[in-house]
Antibody, heavy 125, light 106 residues
Framework: QVQLQESGPGLVKPSETLSLTCTVSGGSISSSTYYWGWIRQPPGKGLEWIGSMYYSGSTYYNASLKSRVTISIDTSKNQFSLRLNSVTAADTAEYYC?????????????????WGQGTQVTVSS | SYELTQPPSVSVSPGQTASITCSGDKLGEKYVSWYQQKTGQAPALVIYLNNKRPSGIPERFSGSNSGNTATLTISGTQAMDEADYYCQAWDSSSVVFGGGTKLTVI
């Protein structure tokens, strides 16, 4: 079955750029059925969606983060990536990548399944 | 922006039925998904398209969505069901998560 694995630095300095990659195995990132998304969870808090991208380039972003976020896809490596610039301590969180299913609705992608195990990112000098 | 509201906590006795609600304006017109997150683990999908169960999810998990409220119901709750539960919907080209509900089995 499809598995996702996040990778990237666990520590980022304030004002710098957070960069994470999600590697997809067991399935193609170029499938027409799915978007590919990033979700984060600050310590002790709830889930916050960051954005989702289709293999062709169509992208949805959380409006509150849109000015600082870029999601990209590398179909040759079956990977997608997150870049979040000008980070502050408020960006400290567990970051998850997940497959975002596009079936069942014409309005947009619906559910996330499966999820990666998550990677902790701390913003500190 | 669209908001989904969940109770912060719900308690249930083993073997009883737990109901976790998720409220939002005209939520019944949208599709709702539910996720279970156990301590130290990534979230896992338990309900999608309001009432569909993914493969491997026990039949005791069910969902409904009508009016302004979606409900996740766990029948015959077991100790292993103790976790945080999040609802999620799609609105205006954006994903929205509820704040989460901590289910305690006591």
């Amino acid at each position: 079955q499809v598995q996702l694995q996040e990778s990237g630095p666990g520590l980022v300095k304030p004002s710098e750029t957070l960069s994470l990659t999600c590697t997809v195995s067991g399935g193609s990132i170029s499938s027409s059925t799915y978007y590919w998304g990033w979700i984060r969870q600050p310590p002790g808090k709830g889930l916050e969606w960051i954005g989702s991208m289709y293999y062709s380039g169509s992208t949805y972003y959380n409006a509150s983060l849109k000015s600082r976020v870029t999601i990209s896809i590398d179909t040759s490596k079956n990977q997608f990536s997150l870049r979040l610039n000008s980070v502050t301590a408020a960006d400290t969180a567990e970051y998850y990548c997940a497959r975002h299913d596009n079936r069942g609705s014409i309005s947009g992608p619906n559910w996330f399944d499966p999820w990666g195990q998550g990677t902790q990112v701390t913003v500190s000098s | 922006s669209y908001e989904l509201t969940q109770p912060p906590s719900v308690s249930v006795s083993p073997g009883q039925t737990a109901s976790i609600t998720c409220s939002g304006d005209k939520l019944g017109e949208k599709y709702v998904s539910w996720y279970q997150q156990k301590t130290g683990q990534a979230p896992a999908l338990v309900i999608y398209l309001n009432n569909k169960r993914p493969s491997g999810i026990p039949e005791r998990f069910s969902g409904s969505n009508s009016g302004n409220t979606a409900t996740l119901t766990i029948s015959g709750t077991q100790a292993m069901d103790e976790a945080d539960y999040y609802c999620q919907a799609w609105d205006s080209s954006s994903v929205v998560f509820g704040g989460g509900t901590k289910l305690t089995v006591i």
